[in-house]
T-cell receptor, first 115, second 115 residues
Framework: EPEVTQTPSHQVTQMGQEVILRCVPISNHLYFYWYRQILGQKVEFLVSFYNNEISEKSEIFDDQFSVERPDGSNFTLKIRSTKLEDSAMYFC?????????????FGPGTRLTVT | GDSVTQMEGPVTLSEEAFLTINCTYTATGYPSLFWYVQYPGEGLQLLLKATKADDKGSNKGFEATYRKETTSFHLEKGSVQVSDSAVYFCALSPRANQAGTALIFGKGTTLSVSS
C-alpha cells in the first residue's frame, strides 16, 4: 500500500542553524501538507501546497519557514534559523484532488530537537 | 476560531473492556469530523470519519456519531484488544469536501490495553 515517508526520523540541530525536513508524498497525490506537534500539545497545521504554490498557511508559518517541491517526488520544509521552540514532531501529509479523495495520509514524522 | 477538545489521557484498560474517548468541537459552519490513530513508530492513520450531523463513522470495531446538538464526536469500542494500544486524535476539517483544507486536531489520547 502506498505510504508517505519522511527523513530523517530524528534531527538534532543547534539554535540558529538551518534544517531541511524531507518528505516523499504518495505518488499520485496533488496536495501536500506540513503539521507539527510540540511535546504535550496539539497537532498544528503549518502549510498546504498545491500546484507549486502555497494554498493555505497558518500564523505559525512565518518568514523563517519555507516549502518546496524540488523534483517530482520530494516535498521539503526548511527552517532557516532554528529556535528552541521549533523543537517538535513534524508530520508531512498528502491527499488527492478528486472528490472523495480528500483524505490526508500522514507520514511517521520527523522529531526535531533544537539545542 | 475552530477547535477540538478531547479527554486527557492516558486511558488504561484491560482487554475486552469498553472504551470511550470523548471529543467535542467548536466550529462555524458544517465541518467534517475524523478520528486518527497513531501506532508506535508510525504515522497518523485515518480511523473513521463523518461528514454531516447524525452520520456514524465506523471501522475495525470503533464507532463515532456526529452529534451537532452536543457538538461531540465520541469514539467508542465495545471490546478493546491489546493491539488497540495507540494514540487517538480527534480532528475536524472546517470546509468539508474541499481538497487542501487544514485539519484541526485535538491533543491526542493515549490508550494502553493490557491482557
Amino acid at each position: 500500500e502506498p505510504e508517505v515517508t519522511q527523513t530523517p526520523s530524528h534531527q538534532v540541530t543547534q539554535m540558529g542553524q538551518e534544517v531541511i525536513l524531507r518528505c516523499v508524498p504518495i505518488s499520485n497525490h496533488l496536495y501536500f501538507y506540513w503539521y507539527r506537534q510540540i511535546l504535550g500539545q496539539k497537532v498544528e497545521f503549518l502549510v498546504s501546497f498545491y500546484n507549486n504554490e502555497i494554498s493555505e498557511k497558518s500564523e505559525i508559518f512565518d518568514d523563517q519557514f519555507s516549502v518546496e517541491r524540488p523534483d517530482g517526488s520530494n516535498f521539503t520544509l526548511k527552517i532557516r534559523s532554528t529556535k528552541l521552540e521549533d523543537s517538535a514532531m513534524y508530520f508531512c501529509a498528502s491527499s488527492g484532488a478528486l472528490r472523495r479523495s480528500y483524505e490526508q495520509y500522514f507520514g511517521p514524522g520527523t522529531r526535531l530537537t533544537v539545542t | 476560531g475552530d477547535s477540538v477538545t478531547q479527554m486527557e489521557g492516558p486511558v488504561t484498560l484491560s482487554e475486552e473492556a469498553f472504551l470511550t474517548i470523548n471529543c467535542t468541537y467548536t466550529a462555524t459552519g458544517y465541518p467534517s469530523l475524523f478520528w486518527y490513530v497513531q501506532y508506535p513508530g508510525e504515522g497518523l492513520q485515518l480511523l473513521l470519519k463523518a461528514t454531516k450531523a447524525d452520520d456514524k463513522g465506523s471501522n475495525k470495531g470503533f464507532e463515532a456519531t456526529y452529534r451537532k446538538e452536543t457538538t461531540s464526536f465520541h469514539l467508542e469500542k465495545g471490546s478493546v484488544q491489546v493491539s488497540d494500544s495507540a494514540v487517538y486524535f480527534c480532528a475536524l476539517s472546517p470546509r468539508a469536501n474541499q481538497a487542501g483544507t487544514a485539519l484541526i486536531f485535538g491533543k491526542g489520547t493515549t490508550l494502553s490495553v493490557s491482557s
